[in-house]
């Protein structure tokens, strides 16, 4: 498996937007995210929202990977009780020559390891339950199921990984 020291984080930019776009038609990334344009227009949206934030993932300095990150907020108990300084991320391999060779566990490691630097206290995530390729690199990288629910995105396996 790819070690974590390997991956970098930096913000979506605008200029950014067509390869996600790229990436979001994937089969591989369409299967489990939306409409592409539609998933475009809404990262462009959260630019300008404090409570959210969105990365192009880097291996060795080649973008492959988004990732978003947001805050829970106090009065969301959508992922059940839990700490105050919770965040949920979301994520895809954009590119498919990258995926099933370790690299999402690697990269959804090495950003719990920045963010429990930064003081959160809990990671969350919601994959679909027949997303078994997702889930398993979810477990891989420290995550445990704890309930399954019906969202307004469908069915969803709540995760969580807790700062150790």
Known sequence: MPTADLYAF??????DLPMLER?????HVRRWWGEPAKEVAGIAEDF???????FIVLHAGMPFAYLQSYRISADDFS????????????QFIGLADMVGIGHG????????????????????????PDNAYAIRAYEKAGFHA??????ED???LMMARDRC
């Open 105 to 128: 566990p690697a990269m959804i490691d090495a950003f719990a390891a920045k963010v429990f630097d930064e003081g959160v206290e809990r990671i969350v995530l919601d994959p679909h």
């Open 23 to 27: 990436w979001l038609n994937a089969p």
């Open 48 to 54: 300008d929202d404090p409570a959210m934030a969105s």
């Open 10 to 15: 930096r913000p979506v930019t605008a200029d």
């Open 146 to 151: 704890f309930d399954q629910r019906m969202t």
């Open 154 to 156: 469908g069915p969803a």
């Open 79 to 90: 992922f059940g009780d839990r700490p105050d300084r919770t965040v949920g991320i979301d």
